[in-house]
């Protein structure tokens, strides 16, 4: 069974840091396409970035490019979002998503995790 747990969400100053994790179980991160997705308050989903390890592709919202960072701990079996420069429009529920290639299409979810960017 596929299974994410996000973590790291937290109250944080506009231009600071956060690194957001998912632990990922049932599956390897080799196998799947990973997402990045988030949701600001009375909005529609945004993707934010995706990585492809097969494929060796990571791609970022164009929007983001040069401040969030996507990558992985294949010991830890876990998929990071390093996040600098924060801003405000940043504040939003963050979600993993992961995508197998045997189910195109069809995402499993993580849970979320708020994030907040206030002074």
């Known amino acids: 069974e596929v299974q994410l747990v996000e973590s790291g969400g937290g109250l944080v100053q506009p231009g600071g840091s956060l690194r957001l994790s998912c632990a990922a179980s049932?599956?390897?991160?080799?196998?799947?396409?990973m997402s990045w997705v988030r949701q600001a308050p009375g909005k529609g989903l945004e993707w934010v970035s995706g990585a492809n390890w097969a494929g060796l592709s990571t791609t970022y919202a164009e929007s983001l490019k040069g401040r969030f960072t996507i990558s992985r701990d294949d010991a830890k079996n876990t998929l990071y979002l390093q996040m600098n420069s924060l801003k405000s429009e940043d504040t939003a529920v963050y979600y993993c998503a992961a995508e197998s290639p045997r189910r195109i299409g069809t995402l499993d979810w993580g849970q979320g995790t708020q994030v907040t960017v206030s002074a």
């Open positions: 049932g599956f390897s991160l080799d196998d799947y396409t």
